[in-house]
């Protein structure tokens, strides 16, 4: 019996270990006031799979610099860095870029994060009480990254 036990907890300290740089993410992400660029770069770009979780901000915005380059509209310019503030247009705007979310007509003709920002208003991701120009908190990020997991898939 003390063995097993010996070996759980092994086993459970090593796990905790490996996920401890995501948990401290996500709870720096809660008590956040104001999202940044950095923030919100870095639970897309783990979600796509062109960052590990143990790479900083700075590295996903990067990333999302660098994928940008092969689209007509980026999903992050290149002036902006991981501390600017992002509102809730140009956070549509990447989630459209993470998520299979479903395009609209006036996205079809004119992709741009406001359309991006009226589509997942639309599907319910994102509250209809929300301003597009306003920054949102962590809560409300991981809310609307939450739901764009439950109802969408991840792009490939």
């Known amino acids: 019996m003390k063995l097993f036990t010996s070996i759980f907890l092994f086993a459970l300290i090593s796990v905790s270990a490996v996920f401890s740089q995501s948990a401290e993410i996500v709870e720096k992400t809660v008590s956040t006031e104001k999202l940044t660029y950095g923030t919100a770069a870095y639970f897309t770009a783990v979600a796509m799979g062109y960052i590990s979780d143990d790479d900083s901000e700075e590295d996903a915005v990067d990333a999302w610099k660098k994928i940008g380059e092969q689209y007509s509209k980026p999903a992050i310019k290149a002036e902006i860095s991981a501390d600017d503030f992002i509102n809730f247009e140009n956070l549509a705007w ?18 741009s994060p406001r359309y991006a920002f009226k589509q997942l208003r639309n599907g319910g991701v994102i509250s209809t009480s929300f301003d597009p ?7 409300e990020f991981l809310n609307v990254v939450t739901d764009c997991i439950d109802f969408y898939e991840v792009r490939n």
């Open 133 to 139: 120009k306003r920054i949102p908190t962590g809560r």
């Open 94 to 111: 990447l989630c459209y870029f993470t998520w299979n979310v479903p395009d609209s007509l006036m996205m079809k003709f004119f992709p």
